[in-house]
């Protein structure tokens, strides 16, 4: 039985990640990352948890226009 030289990178990147979040999860619990860990926060957009929709197709609509001028669309 052989095994591919890309299934057996997949193997073994799943190996070392559950390796690494054992030894991590272990570490945290033991106390040993108390205050060390940071909370991050996702910013706040708009109102609730919802993201500004306006914003981002304000923001669409530029970047599509500039793409449509570098192409020479407008002449």
């Known amino acids: 039985m052989t095994i591919d030289s890309k299934k057996m990178a997949a193997i ?8 690494k979040t054992c030894e991590e ?3 945290f619990a033991s106390g ?3 205050g060390k860990a ?3 926060e996702p910013p706040v957009t708009g109102t609730g948890n919802y993201p500004n929709m306006w ?4 923001r669409s609509d530029i970047m ?3 793409t ?3 192409m020479r669309t407008f002449r």
């Open 25 to 27: 999860a272990a570490y």
């Open 12 to 19: 073994s990147s799943a190996v070392f990640t559950y390796i």
């Open 32 to 34: 040993a990352g108390a």
């Open 68 to 70: 449509m001028m570098q």
């Open 55 to 58: 914003g981002s197709m304000g």
């Open 38 to 40: 940071k909370v991050i």
């Open 64 to 66: 599509q226009m500039r």
